[in-house]
């Protein structure tokens, strides 16, 4: 079972690997140095979770069509030659965009959109495997291997990138970016090898099977789950939504190069691996909602502290509210992960598990697109770069109060017992037809 689940490690580390190059180098680069809308590179850093609701066809499609009996292999491939296929692209994209727009950003849409397509087709599929592979009992040890493995892959690649663009120059970036890409197809091949058996029969569709109308009638229908949803959604647009924003507001304010700011992604990573650690010890000795409330706050003093630094220009405070805002954004994740598997009920999880990952990329849409374009806003305005990032920053800060005050008004047993409700109901008009 080791070599399985450093197997399906090896995959989500593969996945992720194409994302560091695009969201810690590229959108600096497109920004400070290409001056390409910050509003636009959101968008397109974006297209990911504009495509996530499709992963529930993925995934129910593949139950139905194993591919010489394989269910999830063939699609998890498919979806990382689409990853590499974006990240190498992209570069490109974005020099072109700054000599003929119309045709750079169409060739943009293509790579980012390669990029999203390729992280819900694999992404959905490694991690059925890996609920397949693990068992009800194991899944929590398979799922932690694999968090902690693309955590430090995160790390070593974001200090790999900020020494291969260093010096930069257009020709270093785009041989990066083909270094990652072909490191992360490699990975992803040893991975995929024997990982998956061949299916003689095809399996039965179990709890995962939701319609649309289905999913929203549960979701609408359960105050408390409601409650959950649009919590989920400010969360983490607040903590998430800086992350296109945060390395060019170090190049704005501060002068750090492309190296330099590139490294802020390692700083992120470190501080999670610290908080995955610390969140283990504490499982079971502290109640969850502490731990989410220390996270909420830890990242919003972050913030603070980040706009402090951008007020009186110190490079040294700066640095200290990137390691808050990942300790708090490690702490968050960690205990909200946790919360939400507590925000499930048996003959639903499925249904439920569906919709806090739509929360969770409707959220990352929605914090990435509104923060570039309150960034560009505030600046076309007062003319000042730096004042537009501390905006979105504040902006940022006052998401997470809302949402610590949102987390007051939930409560799991009365969310548990609604759905109980709401399942007997659709049990027994399914048993009547």
């Given at each position: 079972m080791l070599r399985s689940r450093l197997q399906l490690g090896l995959l989500h580390v593969a996945v992720a690997m194409t994302l560091v190059p695009i969201n810690s180098t590229l959108n600096r680069v497109m920004i400070k140095e290409l001056a390409i809308s910050a509003t636009l590179v959101a968008i397109l850093a974006s297209l990911?979770?504009?495509?996530?609701?499709?992963?529930?066809a993925i995934g129910s499609f593949a139950d139905r069509h194993p591919i010489w009996g394989l269910r999830r292999t063939p699609y998890i491939f498919a979806g990382l030659l689409l990853c590499v296929a974006g990240v190498v692209i992209s570069p490109f994209a974005a020099f072109l965009m700054a000599e003929n727009f119309w045709t750079g950003l169409g060739v943009g849409l293509l790579a980012f959109g390669a990029w999203g397509m390729g992280y819900n087709l694999s992404s959905v599929s490694y991690l059925s495997l890996a609920s397949e592979l693990s068992g009800e009992k194991s899944r929590s040890k398979t799922i932690a291997i694999m968090f902690f493995m693309m955590i430090s892959a995160i790390i070593v690649?974001?200090?790999?990138?900020?020494?291969?663009?260093?010096?930069y120059t257009p020709q270093?970036?785009?041989?990066?970016?083909?270094i990652v890409g072909l490191v992360s197809l490699i990975l992803g091949l040893i991975g995929l090898i024997k990982l998956e058996k061949r299916q003689s029969t095809r399996p039965t569709s179990g709890d995962e099977n939701y319609t649309w109308s289905t999913l929203m009638r549960f979701i609408f229908?359960?105050?408390?789950?409601?409650?959950?949803?649009?919590?989920?959604i400010i969360l983490?647009?607040?903590?998430?939504?800086?992350?296109i924003l945060l390395e060019p507001f170090g190049a704005e304010a501060f002068g750090l190069s492309v190296r330099e700011t590139t490294r802020i992604t390692s700083i992120w990573g470190m501080c999670v691996l610290f908080t995955l650690t610390v969140a283990g010890a504490l499982e079971g000795r502290v109640r969850k909602r502490a731990v989410v409330l220390w996270g909420g706050w830890t990242a919003l003093a972050g913030f603070v502290v980040i706009t402090l630094s951008g007020l009186i220009d110190s490079l040294g405070i700066f640095y200290s509210g990137v390691v808050l805002l990942g300790l708090g954004t490690g702490l968050a994740t960690v205990s909200n992960l946790s919360l939400m598997l507590d925000m499930t009920t048996a003959g639903s999880v499925g249904l439920f598990i569906g919709a806090w990952g739509m929360a969770n990329a409707?959220?990352?849409?929605?914090?990435?697109?509104?923060?570039?374009?309150?960034?560009?806003s505030v600046t076309q305005v007062v003319q000042n770069p730096v004042t537009g990032y501390l905006t979105v920053f504040v902006v940022e800060a006052l998401l997470l109060l809302a949402?610590?005050?949102?987390l007051g008004r939930i409560d799991v047993g009365a969310f548990r017992q609604k759905a109980y409700q709401q399942m007997s109901v659709l049990e027994r008009a399914a048993s009547l037809e």
């Open positions: 990911p979770y504009l495509f996530s609701p499709i992963q529930v690649t974001a200090i790999g990138l900020s020494h291969l663009v260093d010096p270093a970036l785009v041989r990066a970016f083909w229908g359960n105050r408390q789950a409601r409650l959950f949803f649009v919590y989920l983490l647009a607040a903590i998430l939504g800086q992350d409707f959220s990352r849409l929605i914090g990435s697109v509104l923060g570039g374009a309150l960034r560009d949402s610590l005050w949102l």
